[in-house]
């Protein structure tokens, strides 16, 4: 539990704000509401009386030390990331606590590593990007997948969604991604980054029961092409999406997530189905839940809890496969997440 510890979300009154500031209530830490509209602030905190409200802006490096003072750690909500990891890790950094973001930003996520790795291991600090839905997750069952092999051919992340309501905060950042590599598309080939102008394929990916097999578009394109390869030896990481939650995101009509539940879930169901090869030899790690947004969550406070209590496995800036024990980590969510790993 968190013992009553502070931790600072930036972004509180998000979509995915507010199931982070609901989890880390609910682990027994203390949230402090931040984020740039001071208005939203308070309105929610009027329906969590108790919790202390500091508005700050990236902008405003003073009102983030502000937000940041006494804080053990901050949970970043707030995209695009492109604007808000860098002012708010150099905020973390000045303040001596460990940080953690929600970014599904390929670039944003690039840029973290690129930008923080050298001074957060001098440091001592600990930055964990993507701790996410997607970066998060994915970097999870594959590195679980892995076990003990040190190396891997492939490695196949196929997210089966029922559907995809995004949020604005989700059209907003995509729109950022695209603008910045041009419109092109991004796969990781042969061991690095390739941008492509071409059109994605789409295939029949064989989902375990209960979704089955399901077309899908391959090589669309995640933030796991991030975290994956900045810790495992595996030169080919490709990700595929259900065709229906692809239309469902580009789709301009389509609205954000009705809640349907007392916890302000959406109906949206998914699978994660994550293939690792090697050889000839296949390994499998497969899990399922409800509501990305939501399950974000969980994910991003239990590596808050892992971090504050000792349970790491490395300094500076690292995903979620590396620096936390994963079978472990992926079990600890099991009031959220099903978890089935195959060798």
């Known amino acids: 539990m968190g013992s009553g510890q502070t931790v600072a979300v930036f972004g509180a009154y998000g979509h995915t704000g507010r199931f982070v500031v609901a989890e880390l209530r609910e682990r027994g830490f203390v949230p402090v509401?931040?984020?740039?509209?001071?208005?939203?602030?308070?309105?929610?905190?009027?329906?969590?009386p108790g919790l202390e409200v500091r508005p700050a802006s990236v902008g405003d490096p003073v009102s983030l030390d502000r937000a940041l003072a006494g804080a053990a750690a901050v949970i970043n909500c707030a995209g695009p990331f492109a604007t808000t990891a860098a002012p708010v890790i150099e905020a973390a950094l000045r303040a001596g606590?460990?940080?953690?973001?929600?970014?599904?930003?390929?670039?944003?996520?690039i840029d973290t590593f690129a930008h923080f790795t050298d001074r957060?291991?001098?440091?001592?600090?600990?930055?964990?990007?993507?701790?996410?839905?997607?970066?998060?997750?994915?970097d999870l069952l594959t590195t679980a997948a892995m076990g003990d092999w040190t190396a891997a051919d492939e490695a196949h992340i196929a997210y089966g969604l029922s559907g995809w309501q995004p949020t604005d905060g989700t059209r907003v950042a995509g729109a950022v991604s695209r603008?910045?590599?041009g419109g092109a598309r991004v796969v990781y080939?042969?061991?690095?980054?390739?941008?492509?102008?071409?059109?994605?394929?789409?295939?029949?990916?064989?989902?375990?029961?209960?979704?089955?097999?399901?077309?899908v578009i391959a090589e669309?394109?995640?933030?796991?092409?991030?975290?994956?390869?900045?810790?495992?030896?595996?030169?080919?990481?490709?990700?595929?999406?259900?065709?229906?939650?692809a239309r469902d995101l580009s789709a301009p009509d389509t609205s954000t997530p009705v809640p349907v539940?007392?916890?302000?879930?959406?109906?949206?169901?998914?699978?994660?189905d994550v293939v690792v090869r090697s050889?000839?030899?296949?390994?499998?790690?497969?899990?399922g839940g409800r509501d990305i947004y939501a399950v974000t969550a969980p994910l991003a406070v239990e590596a808050v809890h892992r971090i504050l209590t000792g349970q790491t496995r490395t300094v500076g800036v690292a995903s979620a496969g590396e620096i936390f024990d994963a079978p472990g980590f992926l079990r600890a969510l099991s009031s959220h997440i099903s978890l089935e790993l195959r060798s």
């Open 189 to 215: 080939r042969n061991g690095r980054l390739d941008y492509r102008q071409d059109d994605a394929t789409t295939l029949k990916w064989p989902f375990p029961d209960p979704m089955g097999p399901r077309e």
């Open 179 to 181: 603008q910045r590599r």
């Open 120 to 138: 957060a291991r001098t440091a001592g600090a600990v930055i964990v990007p993507a701790m996410a839905f997607y970066g998060g997750l994915g």
């Open 97 to 109: 606590i460990a940080y953690v973001d929600v970014a599904a930003e390929i670039e944003a996520n």
């Open 33 to 48: 509401l931040s984020g740039r509209d001071a208005g939203k602030l308070q309105a929610l905190a009027a329906s969590h």
């Open 261 to 272: 539940d007392e916890r302000g879930r959406s109906a949206q169901t998914f699978l994660v």
């Open 220 to 245: 669309f394109t995640m933030a796991d092409v991030v975290t994956v390869p900045s810790h495992l030896s595996i030169p080919e990481v490709r990700t595929y999406m259900t065709v229906e939650a």
């Open 279 to 287: 050889g000839g030899d296949e390994r499998r790690a497969v899990a």
